[in-house]
């Protein structure tokens, strides 16, 4: 007989050890680990079983393994978490909003609507009221600040998968990582719940990446309804919230929110940058590059002290422009 000695990234025990036979394959080993885990065979994925340069497969002896591995890594869900996780996903996606139709906000609605003194008073009580949802670290003495929307902003939230990888938007933890080396410090802000965002940034690996930190999770208690004549009422993300907290020093002149309706900039549309719904996934992923470009877009403009001059909404001109300028030189 062989023993295999296995570790179940997740799982409990996390490591245990198997008795195969000296023939076995790699299906034979699932089979056996199933025994010992109650993880069906079918979901078990073991990570680091190779043959050359390519995974072992189901029929493959682990024989013909040349450098069998210490031990094995194995992932897999047990089908009661599974349920369960389909249940506080159930739960979760019922909390979430439905796709609102948007509208493009004209300047003098804005300009009123910066101006009212009920929506100001609004935003005091929020600040007074509400308190923070959720600090996740501290910020970056003189870090410029970025804030997020979630759905259909960083992954498609109406859209089907069985693994979250399939919805997430393409590049997301590429554009947060150079965000955050960019030194811009990064906030969550959802219209709805804090335990929607933790489930989805959790699922998704947003909240415990190496090679970014996020501040902040902003949810929808934070923010203010308004109403204009023209649109009516509507809820929106009010970015003054953010700079009245004691803990933080970001301003209006360094701060930048990407969303994918402009409605919730109604009352700082200049720190606004309306971004492309990314829905359908699976079918658009194969071609959706927004936060490849976006995350050019934020190192071409980290340098600055200053973004009151620049119009967000034209930022792929401005992109094409440094490009420009850079190959005639």
């Not at 994925?45 to 013909?64: F, Q, V, W, Y």
């Not at 609004?122 to 308190?131: H, I, M, N, P, S």
């Not at 489930?199 to 934070?222: C, F, P, Q, R, W």
């Amino acid at each position: 007989t062989m023993r295999v000695s296995v570790r179940w990234s997740g799982g409990t025990p996390p490591t245990f050890d198997i008795d195969v036979d000296d023939d076995a394959t790699v299906a034979d080993l699932k089979r056996s680990i199933e025994t010992t885990t109650q993880v069906r065979a079918a979901r078990i994925k073991l990570l680091n079983l190779r043959i050359g340069a390519k995974p072992a497969m189901d029929d493959d002896a682990l024989s013909e393994i040349g450098k069998f591995p210490k031990q094995v890594m194995m992932m897999g869900k047990r089908e009661s978490q599974i349920e369960a996780h389909a249940t506080a996903e159930a739960l979760a996606s019922s909390m979430a909003p439905e796709v609102e139709d948007d509208f493009e906000l004209d300047a003098r609605t804005t300009t009123a609507a910066m101006a009212n003194p009920e929506f100001i008073a609004k935003l005091e009580r929020r600040v007074r009221d509400c308190k923070f949802p959720k600090k996740l670290s501290d910020p970056r003495p003189g870090a410029k600040c970025l804030v997020l929307d979630i759905d259909y902003t960083l992954f498609d939230h109406r859209t089907t998968a069985e693994n979250p990888s399939e919805i997430m938007r393409p590049f997301l933890h590429e554009f947060l990582s150079r965000a955050y080396a960019a030194n811009f410090d990064i906030f969550i802000w959802s219209a709805t719940s804090l335990k929607w965002i933790e489930l989805k940034m959790t699922e998704l690996g947003v909240l415990t990446h190496n090679d970014y930190k996020i501040v902040g999770l902003i949810d929808s208690s934070a923010m203010i309804t308004v109403e204009t004549a023209k649109y009516g009422v509507f809820n929106c993300k009010p970015l003054g919230y953010l700079f009245a907290q004691d803990w933080c020093e970001y301003d209006s002149k360094t701060t930048l929110m990407f969303d994918d309706l402009s409605r919730n900039f109604i009352m700082n549309p200049q720190l606004g940058l309306k971004i492309r719904p990314f829905r359908n996934a699976h079918t658009s992923r194969a071609t959706d590059r927004e936060l490849l470009r976006l995350s050019e877009y934020l190192e071409e403009i980290a340098s600055l002290d200053d973004f009151s001059e620049l119009n967000h909404n034209r930022w792929e001109s401005l992109l094409a422009k440094k490009k420009q300028k850079r190959n005639d030189q």
